[in-house]
């Protein structure tokens, strides 16, 4: 099983890092995270981010012991050939923001970068905002994907949408 | 939820995830088991797993670089809307550079081996 975090996700795995690091307690919000990858961790699931957190992770942010922590544990999710078109239907039929149709399309064409892989089966978020346009929407999608998938070459013609996972803490 | 160190938080998911969710939470205390490892004890160590520096057990002063502006303690004491900001600005620049590294990343799959 491939999961995929979203940006709020890796950031509240990051500043678990700083807090445990700097002697802080994690937040409820930040602990509900790293459970929840110890569990999908636990059942032999592979972690990825997105190609613009990574970037965010070795190129913004300057300290690499800290970041190693997560970049140690994931892998990297890079867009494939049809991604643009389906970021596109995304944003042009939905009222997901940019950012959150772009998780979306790396859930059914983001591929590794020696592109054996295809999309994620989960998207672990913190966005109720993304979940729930995402479940308005999801019928919808599935058609469209269909449609746009029926022309187009292996292995991208068995693209699927991902479920979403929200993380909220009580 | 997945343990007895976790029982103050909760995951919501959708209608599949929580069959997910159950069928996790079967499948790691199964294999806990298996390991006669305690449930809390194996996800506690999965968590250090995410969170442990390579820094010889060195904690964090605070004094550290974060980015060429930040340090971690300025980082740790922004309140949640100022670390939202940040994070959303940190996402532009990143989106800019992931194009540049898209294009490369297409070279190298495209060259033949």
């Given amino acids: ?170 | 939820m997945y343990c007895k160190c976790n029982t103050r938080l909760k995951m919501r998911e959708s209608q599949i995830v929580v069959r997910v969710e159950s069928a996790l939470k079967k499948a790691f205390e199964k294999q806990c088991e298996a390991l006669g490892v305690k449930p809390s004890e194996a996800i506690r160590d999965l968590i250090l797993a995410f969170t442990r520096l390579e820094m010889r057990h060195r904690f964090l002063t605070g004094e550290e670089p974060l980015t060429r502006e930040l340090t971690v303690a300025r980082y740790l004491a922004m309140s949640e809307e100022e670390r939202e900001t940040i994070w959303r600005k940190w996402y532009e620049e990143a989106e800019k550079e992931a194009v540049n590294v898209e294009l490369k990343v297409k070279k190298v799959a495209d060259t033949p081996r």
Avoid: C
Avoid at chain 1, 30 to 56: D, H, K
Avoid at chain 1, 61 to 79: D, K
């Fill in chain 1, 1 to 170: 099983m491939r999961i995929l975090l979203d940006k709020n996700a890796v950031r509240r795995w990051f500043e678990s890092i700083l807090n445990t690091n700097t002697g802080t307690p994690p937040t409820e919000e930040q602990e509900s995270v790293l459970t929840t990858l110890a569990a999908f961790r636990s059942q032999g699931a592979e972690i990825y981010i997105t190609l613009e957190t990574y970037n965010i992770l070795t190129h913004i942010i300057r300290n690499p012991p800290i970041t190693r922590a997560i970049i140690a544990n994931v892998e990297v999710l890079f867009p494939s050939e049809p991604f643009r078109k389906w970021l596109k239907l995304l944003t042009g039929t939905t009222t997901l923001t940019r950012e959150d149709a772009k998780i979306l399309a790396y859930g059914s064409f983001g591929t590794n970068i020696s592109r054996t892989i295809l999309g994620a089966n989960r998207v672990l978020t913190l966005d109720k905002g993304l979940e729930a346009e995402f479940h308005r929407n999801k019928s919808g999608l599935k058609e469209r994907l269909r449609v746009l998938t029926r022309g187009l070459p292996p292995p991208y013609d068995e693209a699927e949408l991902p479920e979403t996972v929200l993380i909220e803490a009580e």
